[in-house]
């Protein structure tokens, strides 16, 4: 099996559902995907145009009045197969999160106590407002979600952790508010 990078496997993944062209997989990509794995619009064309060179998909080009040519894609047998091989392989890695906040607070030393705390308490609003955002999408799955759509059932367990993700977030940020109090009083 050839090996592709992730960013190749998520547009695999991308064109089962019933997005084809590339505006549409970059509309998908910040409803759903962007909350947990980052790929730029100047990502997506490239790959686009590798997955069909490796003979994973196929373009279907179709006319439209005054503007320029539609490309959709669609998955090739081929495609299919690379996908479902990827999807049964072993997880490589434990991810690593990039948290500027954890950043920050490691050199927290360097800067006021009340600036560590004011970043805790935004960060924590910003946790919050997330939440909202992730019960938003899981009403929206919910809502139009039907009984074929076997989708929905692994959008919201993949939703489900980043509330839960998110959750604990925001309890750790209380957590270390609590600290900072606590050494203020003492």
Request: glycine share 4%.
């Amino acid at each position: 099996m050839s090996s592709y990078n992730h960013t190749t496997y998520a547009i695999l993944g991308i064109l089962t559902t019933s997005c084809r062209s590339g505006y549409a997989i970059k509309q998908f990509i910040d409803r759903s995907l962007n909350h947990f794995w980052k790929i730029s619009y100047g990502q997506i064309y490239p790959t686009l145009k590798l997955i069909t060179e490796e003979g994973l998909a196929v373009i279907q080009t179709s006319s439209q009045q005054g503007k320029p040519d539609r490309h959709e894609y669609e998955l090739t047998d081929k495609g299919k197969t690379v996908l479902r091989e990827w999807l049964e392989q072993p997880i490589e890695q434990l991810s690593v999160e990039r948290n500027e906040v954890l950043l920050k607070l490691f050199f927290g030393s360097h800067q006021s106590k009340q600036q560590t705390v004011y970043i805790l308490q935004d960060y924590k609003q910003k946790l919050a407002q997330r939440y909202e955002t992730y019960v938003s999408i899981e009403n929206s799955i919910l809502e139009h979600a039907t009984d074929e759509e076997k989708d929905a059932e692994y959008w919201l367990l993949t939703l489900d952790y980043g509330k839960r993700t998110t959750v604990a977030a925001i309890e750790w940020c209380e957590h270390a508010l609590q600290q900072f109090e606590f050494k203020e009083r003492s």
